[in-house]
């Protein structure tokens, strides 16, 4: 059996980042991944100001070395597209913290970033990394807890552990009691595509609000190489109530929308359509107990508003180390210590999550988004406002209130 102080079981941005951070602390850990990498994940693959944020705090110089990587392209703001075409461009704002060239956010495929993370947490004695290896039961004993793997040959002992194995965890329901609902489970397709015309010369991401996919969204991230992630995403409960093939529904859209028609005439896809599932933030729960933690998917943490994951990831996997860290200072692993990593991750983000539970309400409605991004696109006011709310809290906060949109409507 392999004794260790903190076990990881799931190896993405969520897990790797525990790790890096357990390491930097002097921890030792094991990680542990089902899959052997470079392996290929679903995703958007946008990585955001999060991210930076959470590898500046833990090793500039490797936020700067994944800045030079060739298979990266840097994104500087988002291209929202309202259902009547309206185009409106927001840019990120930059974070005067980070070194000089880097951009706030970056876009490459998710196999590419896991893999170069994976390989910064190979050189680590303190991590021990376990690939091919799926964990299927969880025991808790009165000093540790017990993780045994679905073959039986790899058994390890930890004093606490963190679940970071995505959306399909067992953990998520237990020990972690989180049922989720259709409603807040998001359907996502993804394809490879090359030659679209007409990208952002800044790599803007953009998302398409059509009306067929309210309040989800038709989206093309550009990749380096004149290369782009396009895919669709909705939630489990509409897809099921409307009976929408989102395949058929991508493509219909590529073929029959005006301005998406004319971009994708010379584009050529260059991977199938794959799916997967985003769960979706629904309201402040418990993302730990007695000797564990939820981090990153397994906590169902995806911004129910921009699909946004791999940050809240990094940012999930930062404080469950900081957690484990006070955990084994004091020598306490009991559900009261952790609620301070539940508490922490509060303070950072949850607040944020919380206003966009209620924002989908008003994009549904596409005249109403229609509105708003035309006089969006007038206003300097209004489209400063809209910039500030993707990272500023109290901003944000306004954009659940209905006298906004009434304000809107009347012109003031």
């Not at 298979?71 to 070194?99: C, E, K, T």
């Not at 399909?168 to 259709?182: H, V």
């Amino acid at each position: 059996m392999k004794q260790t102080e903190v076990a990881i079981v799931g190896a993405g941005p969520a897990g790797v980042f525990a790790a890096l951070f357990l390491a930097k602390y002097g921890i030792n850990c094991i990680l542990i991944d089902k899959q052997k990498f470079p392996r290929d994940k679903i995703c958007g693959d946008g990585i955001s100001g999060w991210v930076l944020t959470v590898l500046n705090e833990l090793d500039k110089e490797l936020l700067a070395k994944l800045t030079r990587q060739d298979f990266l392209a840097h994104s500087h703001g988002m291209r929202v597209v309202a259902p009547n075409s309206s185009i409106l461009d927001l840019p990120f704002m930059d974070d005067n913290s980070f070194a000089k060239g880097t951009p706030p956010g970056f876009i490459c495929r998710r196999m590419d970033f896991d893999n170069f993370m994976m390989e910064e947490a190979r050189k680590h004695p303190e991590i021990e990394i376990l690939e091919e290896t799926e964990i299927t039961e969880y025991n808790k004993g009165k000093k540790g807890i017990f993780l045994n793997s679905k073959n039986g040959e790899v058994q390890i002992s930890a004093k606490l552990v963190i679940f970071a194995n995505g959306v399909t965890s067992k953990f998520m329901k237990e020990p972690g009691g989180i049922q989720k609902d259709k409603k807040y489970t998001m359907t996502g397709i993804r394809a490879y595509y090359k030659g679209i015309s007409d990208c952002h010369p800044q790599n803007y991401v953009e998302l398409h609000f059509l009306k067929d996919f309210l309040p989800g969204y038709f989206w093309v991230f550009p990749l380096p190489n004149g290369e782009a992630n396009v895919g669709v995403g909705l939630d489990r409960h509409r897809i099921g109530k409307k009976k929408i093939n989102l395949k058929k529904a991508m493509f219909e859209a590529i073929e029959t929308n005006p301005y998406l028609k004319e971009r994708f005439k010379n584009a050529e896809m260059i991977d199938s359509v794959k799916a997967y599932q985003l769960p979706l933030w629904d309201g402040r729960r418990k993302l730990s107990g007695e000797r564990f933690m939820l981090a990153g998917d397994a906590g169902s943490l995806v911004d129910p508003v921009t699909g946004e994951g791999i940050g809240h990831a990094a940012i999930t996997g930062m404080l469950a180390a900081k957690q484990a860290k006070r955990c084994l200072e004091d020598n306490n692993f009991s559900s009261e210590s952790m609620n301070q990593y539940d508490d922490s991750f509060y303070k950072k983000i949850g607040k944020e999550l919380d206003i966009s539970i209620k924002i989908p309400q008003f994009i549904k409605h596409g005249w109403l988004f229609n509105m708003v991004v035309n006089r969006a696109s007038k206003s300097k006011i209004l489209k400063e406002k809209l910039t500030l709310a993707m990272t500023d809290l109290e901003v944000r906060k306004g954009l659940k209130n209905p006298m906004l949109y009434l304000k809107i409507m009347l012109g003031m």
